[in-house]
């Protein structure tokens, strides 16, 4: 690019960067941004590095070139030299798309080939290990502690012949998955069918002999499959608990007994009904589809009259005798019961539900206190269960129906937001739970109702100062002859220690607030704008883990002394000694960057791969992140593998204004009274400061806009 400047070329600001995904599809955000922004006539020429950078695709690259050349849009690429204005360009542009599509087809099957040859040698090609084995130099070798869970469920299968009465018995004796959480049918259905268990290894549907060694007999296996084979729907037949009659006990015949229930099958689908004892010489006969009576024909002539069709009154009926009456009655009374008893259902399952919900709410709540005490998910989830079963209504728990709490963890959203999810899963029993015709129509009896309880946490204040460690003691430290003045902004600590922000000795330190996931120790020197300091708050991600490592330029060589301007780049080690001006860009360090002289530049960007930033004492820094683009508002970047120590000692006159980023290194910085760094923010592994210093917060213009946020306060957002 520096070399086309003659030519009127100017760098836009955004970068167009789909790393990591395949050139073999136009399905890729930065290129789909890029299309826009040449249709609304912002970009004039593309530069890439090579052809196949932009697409690995004929006929995808034939759409983009009509695309350019629709929109009067040069294609440049820089290792490749041709010009799509003529025919032998766009020739010879076809002819190397030609052969990027054919590496990249050649590439794919040699992987799909060796990866088939390997499954038929038995080898392990990657992916999960199953419950049972552990990776050991590449090959799944037998954990016998969990070999021992594997078997009893296969066992346990053969013997209940059930994966979800089997689940039901693992849950009861607190045998779970690997992270904790209790094992479902569903997961009992994917291990009783992995044939890794038998020693097999199976690609694409077929099994091949392998390596590793098997902790099924084949013979348990084949009962197993056995099983399986049979059909879910009888299987679960054979286990899902038989609904009682109704009416037992309630319906008695013309002699006086009691109707005993019975049930008949026609077209596949179950009828239930009721039929009287007692009376060899009766007759049977379904009385409006819900229930028959068998009773003396002579005894009941009337009631046989009207249901064999012929023309007999209402007052006939009833005048009848042997207990027709009674019998209409239970039967037309039916429908007035099952009214009552849906008012009653509703009325009940939705107290219950808001109790349960409050329960759940309660139990949330603590959970999402506790999230930066550094407890795993599995004490988590313990600790929400004791409060859901303190604020629950335990007789619902006593009369058998039990809850089944879970607790889903901390997630991140895309936008750096977090929030913690917890559920409940109850059993409700309705009021006609045991009326399998009723239920079959209705579908009632046993319901299975879902609640979920989550808990977010609103973005906070901005902080000046931020320490990403989440366990280190004294994350941010102020100690010694030091005076911090920091102007509406935070100090923040994500560690989880007693002692997260430490203010000691004679220093002193005025901010809005302190905010630490852990504990603040600050005896004296504080003078903050909140009420008190914000401790166990929640801790945040990095709020700069998007930053993309730039593309290392062209290595120039270390400049001399005596040079007093220094081009962006890419340098081995930097030393700038003397009297320096940087000129806008990104300096690309692989190792060490010493600052020993008087050095100024405006927007310049550092980013240090593997070693240390030491700026020496003498020396006098006049810096200026870019206020535009990609990196804005970042002065110093360090790798995020990068757990170098970086000092900064402003014993000189010191003005930065921008980020100093070092997510995984540790910041000593040392101000003084000439240091005017107003714009200057600090986000690191951990930061120890001294000196004099004075930061203030509203920096949104030198910081294009960046700001790094604390947590804010909890707030349910179910």
């Known amino acids: 690019m520096a070399s086309q400047?003659?030519?009127?070329?100017?760098?836009?600001?955004?970068?167009?960067?789909?790393?990591?995904?395949?050139?073999?599809?136009?399905?890729?955000?930065?290129?789909?941004?890029?299309?826009?922004?040449?249709?609304?006539?912002?970009?004039?020429?593309?530069?890439?590095?090579?052809?196949?950078?932009?697409s690995r695709s004929l006929m995808d690259f034939s759409k983009l070139v009509d695309v350019f050349d629709g929109n009067d849009v040069t294609f440049v690429s820089v290792t490749q030299s041709f010009s799509t204005t003529t025919s032998m360009g766009r020739l010879t542009l076809n002819i190397l798309l030609s052969f990027a599509q054919f590496e990249r087809e050649v590439i794919g099957e040699r992987i799909r080939d060796k990866f088939a040859a390997s499954r038929r040698k038995g080898m392990w090609m990657g992916g999960y290990i199953p419950l049972g084995y552990r990776?050991?130099?590449?090959?799944?070798?037998?954990?016998?502690?969990?070999?021992?869970?594997?078997?009893?469920?296969?066992?346990?299968?053969?013997?209940?012949?059930?994966?979800?009465?089997?689940?039901?018995?693992?849950?009861?004796?607190?045998?779970?998955?690997?992270?904790?959480?209790?094992?479902d049918k569903g997961y009992l259905y994917k291990l009783l069918n992995n044939r890794i268990y038998i020693g097999d290894a199976v690609h694409k549907g077929t099994a091949y002999p392998g390596e590793h060694e098997a902790i099924i007999p084949q013979p348990l296996w084949d009962k197993v499959r056995s099983i399986l084979k049979e059909s879910p729907r009888s299987r679960a037949s054979n286990t899902r608990a038989q609904t009682p009659a109704l009416l037992k006990g309630l319906l008695f015949g013309p002699t006086g007994c009691a109707m005993s229930p019975t049930h008949t099958r026609k077209g596949g689908r179950l009828y239930r009904y009721?039929?009287?004892?007692?009376?060899?010489?009766?007759?049977?006969?379904?009385?409006?589809?819900?229930?028959?009576?068998?009773?003396?024909?002579?005894?009941?002539?009337?009631?046989?009259?009207?249901?064999?069709?012929?023309?007999?009154?209402?007052?006939?009926?009833?005048?009848?005798?042997?207990?027709?009456?009674?019998?209409?009655?239970?039967?037309?009374?039916?429908?007035?019961?099952?009214?009552i008893g849906l008012s009653v259902d509703f009325s009940n399952m939705n107290r219950t539900k808001s109790d349960l919900q409050a329960a759940l709410d309660a139990a949330a709540m603590a959970i999402a206190i506790k999230v930066p005490s550094g407890l795993s998910d599995i004490e988590l989830e313990t600790l929400g269960n004791s409060h859901f079963a303190a604020h629950a209504d335990m007789r619902l728990i006593q009369q058998g129906h039990i809850p089944q709490f879970r607790f889903h963890g901390l997630v991140t959203d895309d936008d750096g937001m977090q929030h913690v999810t917890s559920s409940l899963k109850f059993p409700y029993r309705t009021f006609f739970a045991d009326a399998a015709e009723f239920v079959a129509k209705a579908d009632m009896g046993v319901r299975q109702f879902s609640l979920v309880s989550r808990i977010s946490v609103r973005t906070g204040d901005t902080a000046c100062v931020y320490a990403?460690?989440?366990?280190?003691?004294?994350?941010?430290?102020?100690?010694?002859?030091?005076?911090?003045?920091?102007?509406?902004?935070?100090?923040?600590?994500?560690?989880?220690?007693?002692?997260?922000?430490?203010?000691?000795?004679?220093?002193?330190?005025s901010a809005d607030c302190l905010q630490s996931s852990g504990g603040i120790d600050a005896t004296a020197g504080l003078s903050l704008d909140?009420?008190?300091?914000?401790?166990?708050?929640?801790?945040?991600?990095?709020?700069?883990?998007?930053?993309?490592?730039?593309?290392?330029?062209?290595?120039?060589?270390?400049?001399?002394?005596?040079?007093?301007?220094?081009?962006?780049?890419?340098?081995?080690?930097?030393?700038?000694?003397?009297?320096?001006?940087?000129?806008?860009?990104?300096?690309y360090i692989d190792n060490d960057l010493d600052i020993k002289g008087t050095v100024t530049g405006e927007g310049v960007v550092f980013y240090i791969k593997n070693g240390s930033v030491?700026?020496?004492?003498?020396?006098?820094?006049?810096?200026?992140?870019?206020?535009?683009?990609?990196?804005?508002?970042?002065?110093?970047?360090?790798?995020?593998?990068?757990?170098?120590?970086?000092?900064?000692?402003?014993?000189?006159?010191?003005?930065?204004?921008?980020?100093?980023?070092?997510?995984?290194?540790?910041?000593?910085?040392?101000?003084?009274?000439?240091?005017?760094?107003?714009?200057?923010?600090?986000?690191?592994?951990?930061?120890?400061?001294?000196?004099?210093s004075t930061l203030r917060s509203d920096c949104s213009a030198e910081l294009g806009g960046r700001e790094a946020k604390v947590s804010g306060p909890l707030h349910y957002t179910r």
């Not at 009773?295 to 042997?322: C, N, P």
């Not at 007093?564 to 080690?573: A, D, E, K, L, Q």
């Not at 206020?627 to 002065?635: H, N, Q, S």
């Not at 120590?645 to 980023?661: C, E, I, K, P, R």
């Open 274 to 339: 009721y039929v009287c004892c007692g009376s060899p010489t009766g007759r049977s006969f379904r009385l409006d589809g819900l229930c028959c009576a068998s009773v003396s024909k002579g005894s009941v002539t009337g009631f046989q009259e009207k249901l064999w069709g012929k023309d007999m009154g209402f007052i006939g009926f009833v005048g009848a005798d042997r207990g027709n009456v009674a019998v209409a009655t239970a039967v037309l009374a039916l429908p007035f019961m099952a009214a």
């Open 468 to 509: 990403l460690s989440r366990t280190a003691p004294r994350a941010v430290e102020a100690a010694g002859n030091t005076s911090i003045i920091m102007d509406g902004c935070v100090v923040a600590s994500n560690s989880a220690a007693e002692d997260a922000i430490y203010v000691g000795g004679s220093a002193t330190l």
């Open 135 to 183: 990776l050991e130099n590449r090959k799944p070798l037998v954990e016998e502690s969990e070999a021992k869970t594997v078997r009893s469920i296969f066992e346990g299968f053969v013997r209940t012949g059930s994966a979800t009465a089997l689940a039901k018995i693992l849950q009861a004796d607190g045998i779970t998955m690997r992270n904790g959480r209790a094992i």
């Open 5 to 54: 400047r003659p030519e009127g070329w100017i760098l836009v600001p955004d970068r167009y960067d789909d790393g990591g995904i395949s050139g073999a599809t136009l399905e890729r955000p930065a290129l789909k941004r890029l299309l826009r922004d040449i249709e609304a006539g912002l970009i004039d020429v593309v530069v890439v590095y090579k052809i196949d950078r932009l």
């Open 530 to 587: 909140c009420a008190s300091s914000r401790q166990n708050a929640w801790p945040l991600p990095d709020p700069f883990a998007h930053l993309r490592e730039p593309m290392p330029p062209i290595l120039l060589s270390e400049p001399k002394k005596s040079d007093t301007i220094v081009p962006s780049g890419r340098y081995w080690n930097l030393t700038l000694d003397g009297t320096k001006t940087l000129e806008p860009g990104i300096y």
């Open 614 to 692: 030491t700026v020496n004492g003498d020396a006098s820094l006049s810096l200026t992140a870019p206020t535009t683009g990609e990196y804005a508002g970042m002065l110093f970047i360090s790798d995020a593998f990068n757990t170098s120590s970086h000092t900064f000692n402003g014993n000189g006159a010191t003005d930065l204004n921008g980020y100093l980023y070092f997510p995984k290194g540790d910041l000593t910085y040392i101000g003084n009274n000439a240091t005017s760094s107003n714009c200057l923010r600090i986000v690191a592994n951990t930061v120890e400061m001294s000196g004099s």
